[in-house]
């Protein structure tokens, strides 16, 4: 999924993660992308750092960094697994609902 900006230097908002988390500096950024059999969640984990200029980020973690990713990756885990089962239950109610302009069948 690309990261592309409008014209006008802004993100669209199917380039927008999901959801982030952060733990300080760590952070996991949750992407949705669609496919055919519904939708996959992916997450990055990255490290905020601040550069000469500018605030950068890296996909590297010192050692006393390493205890909070899998920490940080299990949130992601729970977070995912928390929505893909609200899309299910959304998915089986509207499954459920008559569909307009058609009534229902009668014994």
């Known amino acids: 999924m ?3 900006n409008n ?3 802004q993100q669209n908002d199917s380039n927008r993660p999901a959801t982030t988390i952060r733990y300080g500096a760590i952070k996991a950024t949750i992407w949705r992308n669609e496919t ?3 939708y996959m969640y992916s ?3 990255t490290r905020t750092y601040k550069g000469r200029d500018d605030w950068r980020e ?3 973690f010192g050692p006393g960094k390493l205890p909070t990713v ?3 990756m299990l949130d992601a885990h729970t977070w995912v697994q ?3 089962a609200s899309e299910r239950q959304e998915e089986r109610k509207n499954q459920q609902q008559p569909r307009k302009g058609r009534e229902p069948a009668r014994a």
Do not use: C, F
């Open 36 to 38: 055919r059999n519904g």
């Open 70 to 72: 899998p920490n940080l």
């Open 43 to 45: 997450p990055t984990v």
């Open 82 to 84: 928390e929505q893909m």
């Open 7 to 9: 014209a006008k230097g």
């Open 58 to 60: 890296s996909h590297s």
């Open 2 to 4: 690309s990261n592309s």
